[in-house]
Structures are given as C-alpha cells and as structure tokens.
C-alpha cells in the first residue's frame, strides 16, 4: 500500500513538472525551493552585469590557456584549431561582443590580434558555412561597430575565396572550399549550408559595391527553393552537382534551419520581395506539415516532403530557434505558444538537451553544447511582448547555466543534461550568441536598438539599410 502511494506520488509530480506553465515552473537554481516563476523579480541590471562578468571570466581562460587559437578546451586547459592553421574564430566571434558590451581593453586587444595575425592565403581546406557564419559575419559586424576599414577589407579578401564554393553546375555551394586554390569538394549538402549566405553577402556587396555577392547568394537559395516538394518542404540533403535529393526528410532543425531563417531575414534586409515570397511559401508549408499540437503544447516534428506525413516527434536545442523567427514574422501566438515549449524542454533536467522526444518526454541526445537558441528566442519575445515573463525565463537558464556549465577556468558544454558530466570544449558561439543574447535581454536596448539591426544565424548585428 504504501508503496503504490508513494508512486503515485511520484507520477503526480511528474505530471505537474511537465504540464506547468512557465509562469508557475519552479527556479532551474534551486529545484527544490519551489518558487514560483511568475513571483520573481529579475534584477534586469544586476544580471547584465553579472553576464558581463561571466563573459570576461571565460574570455580570460580562453586568453590564459588559449590566445591565439580558435577555442578553448576549459577542462584540460589547452587550445584547439579546427584547421592547420587558426582562423582566430573566438576572437572574432567575440568581439562584436564586447563593443556592445563596453569591454574597451578586451576589445582594443582582440582587434590587434585580429587585425595582426588573421590572414588566408592558407592552403587549406574550409566548411564554407561555418567560415561564413562565423568569420566572414564577425568581421562584417566589427567594421559596422568599430569603422576600421581593415576589419571590411578582411572580409571582402575571405568572401573573395569562399564565394568560389558556388562553382557549381546548379549554382549551390560545395561544403568545402580550399582558402588557398578555390578547390571544392562535398558535393552533397543541406538546405542550412546552401542558403544561409544571402545575408553576410548582400551586407558585403552594399559595403563593397561588388553585386557578386548578393546575386549569388540569392541564385543558391532561389536554386534550392526550385527543387522544394509539391508540398513546398526542402529535405535533408541534396546534390548540389545533380540537384537531386538524398535525404527527403524535412524539419527546422539543423540542416534546414537557417535556411528558414535567412529567407524571412533576407526579405527584411534588403527589402527582396522574391523572398518574400518564398518565406511566404515556406513557412505556410512549415506550418502545415511539421506543427504538432497533440503532445502537450505546440512542438515542429520531422515529415517527409513529399507526403507530409509525419516521421518522427523529435525536438531540440537547435529548433528553439523558430520560436524568434515566428516573432519576427509577426506570428506572436505560434511564437509564444512554441516558446513555452522551449522552456519545458529546458526545465526537463534542469537544462536542454540536443534533441528530445517531445512525445514521450525522453531525451534522445543528451548533450547541451552551450547552444543559444532558447535565450534568443526569450529575448525576441521580451522585445516584441514586453511580458517579464520572458526576463524571468532567462533568469532561470542563466542561473542553470552557471551552476552546471562553469568551471574554474571558463565554461564548458555537457556530455550529458541529466548527469551534468561535462566535456572538454567551449565553441566561438558560447561568446558570440549566447552570452551576447543574455546580456541583450536583460539590457532591453540601452546597448544595441533591436529595430535597428537585423542579426545573422550567429548573432553579429547588422544595421539595417535605410530604404
């Protein structure tokens, strides 16, 4: 008796975990105080500063350990290149960062090293996606901010080598590209890594006055579009020499998801009205087939693009993103209603995993990489709602983040969310998005004016043009 007492206990609590709504979930800082969400009062300038100060506590591990390379691995305290030679990737990443920040020392020092020893003539091989989102986007960001010339003419050299990755008989990009001859190779790719280059171009060409860029980059996303279903879904993967697809499974998560993205960003920026119209398109078929009401909330699953039929209930840190992008569009009910989701995927273990199964609750990838996603989404929703719901949110997964993810050295990802084991790796991202999203949300525009830019997938700011 006493035992199936106690387990009913047990699955009532279990239920009221995972059906609250983030407005009575109890703090991620302490589990078991029971306070409920909706009765703390965030210090919005006290928990600025305190990001700030976890930025320059993860800055100066990675200055100490690992100056001069790419990242910092913060257990074992060494640095790590992710080719033969360092293309500065934390420094770049983070130097918008810091000027919005109002780090004057940190970033006089970063642009020196940016400015002194980034270079590529480099005979080596790239991921012309990666590269673009976070080098050729940082250095973009930094002339915007900063004004020296230097940090542009950078850029137009590595968009120079990177954009003969398009050479292709479709006009979509190859994977990799060699900085040094042009050579291509990987020739099979996703929607992600051919269409989440429109933004950093045109940004380019309007600085440049080289047109290359933009038609280009749009010729690659117009390319990929034409080879959507009948449904109006892209999948997986397809050959950018033969346009035909290899994987004809579609979601909004990593591989398509910038693609999404950066269709609905483009439109903005530049004002395209064919891009309009293909977001238009997308997400009414993204809405169609992929939202899925029937698991408690509102969640975006995998289906094929042919039928629409769905293949898989699965969700995670990288789809968080979407929860902005519907704000962007103006969609505040998708937006909030997905957002809750969110949380409830980040109160699961106290932090969010790489992907869940948003039917039956369990995590399916366990790690958390320090990924930004569900922060960003919080802070498009507090800009476009002004509920402190949202502040409240991003007090609690701040906190979490401190108590799990920091060491003594910086901040490093999790092997596991439900263990809290951590692994020996902290990405240019954790400086360039997710600390940056914090300090944004709480500083409610006093540093940078959210109207005035359009961010890119890796959250350099951009101003937008005037019209």
């Not at 094929?304 to 993103?321: E, K, R, V, W």
Request: a negative charge.
């Amino acid at each position: 008796m006493k035992k199936n007492a106690v387990n009913l206990l047990y699955l009532l609590f279990l239920f009221l975990l995972f059906a609250v709504s983030p407005d009575t979930t109890i703090s991620a800082q302490n589990p078991q105080s029971g306070i409920p969400l909706a009765a703390m009062n965030p210090d919005a300038s006290g928990l600025k500063e305190q990001v700030k100060s976890e930025f320059l506590h993860a800055w100066n591990g990675y200055k100490t350990y690992a100056l001069g390379m790419d990242a910092l691995k913060p257990i074992s305290k060494t640095g790590h290149n992710w080719y033969k030679q360092s293309l500065l990737m934390t420094p770049v990443d983070a130097y918008d960062v810091m000027m919005i920040m109002g780090l004057k020392t940190e970033a006089k020092e970063a642009k020196e090293m940016i400015l002194n020893d980034l270079h590529f003539d480099v005979d080596m091989d790239v991921q012309n996606f990666e590269v673009s989102i976070r080098i050729l986007a940082g250095l973009i960001s930094a002339y915007e901010l900063d004004g020296d010339k230097r940090f542009l003419n950078l850029a137009d050299d590595l968009g120079k080598r990177l954009i003969k990755s398009f050479n292709s008989p479709t006009g979509m990009p190859y994977r990799y590209v060699n900085l040094k001859t042009g050579k291509t190779r990987g020739e099979v790719s996703n929607p992600a890594e051919i269409g989440t280059y429109i933004v950093e171009y045109g940004i380019l060409s309007r600085h440049t006055g080289d047109t290359s860029y933009y038609n280009t980059a749009k010729r690659a996303m117009v390319a990929l579009y034409n080879r959507r279903s009948a449904l109006g879904l892209v999948g997986e993967a397809i050959n950018v020499e033969t346009g035909v697809w290899t994987n004809r499974e579609s979601h909004i998560s990593g591989s398509i998801d910038s693609y999404l993205e950066y269709l609905l960003k483009a439109s903005i920026l530049f004002n395209d009205k064919d891009l309009r119209e293909m977001w238009n398109t997308s997400i009414a078929a993204v809405n169609k087939y992929q939202a899925d009401e029937r698991f408690g909330g509102l969640w975006y699953g995998h289906c094929q693009m042919d039928s629409g039929l769905i293949t898989g209930t699965y969700y995670g840190a990288l789809d968080a993103f979407f929860a902005a992008t519907l704000a962007m569009n103006g969609d505040l009910d998708r937006a909030k209603a997905l957002q809750e989701s969110n949380y409830k995927m980040w109160m699961l273990h106290g932090i969010e995993p790489e992907a869940m199964n948003y039917k039956t609750m369990e995590v399916s990838y366990p790690t958390y990489i320090l990924r930004p996603e569900n922060i960003e989404s919080a802070y498009y929703l507090y800009h476009y709602t002004r509920d402190n719901k949202y502040l409240r949110m991003g007090k609690v997964m701040f906190e979490s983040l401190m108590k799990y993810c920091k060491n003594e050295t910086a901040y490093c990802a999790l092997k596991n969310v439900v263990t809290k084991e951590k692994s020996d790796s902290m990405e240019s991202f954790f400086f360039a998005e997710t600390l940056k999203y914090f300090f944004l949300l709480f500083d409610d525009g006093q540093s940078l004016d959210f109207d005035s830019v359009i961010f890119n997938t890796e959250a350099h700011p951009y101003r937008k043009f005037a019209k």
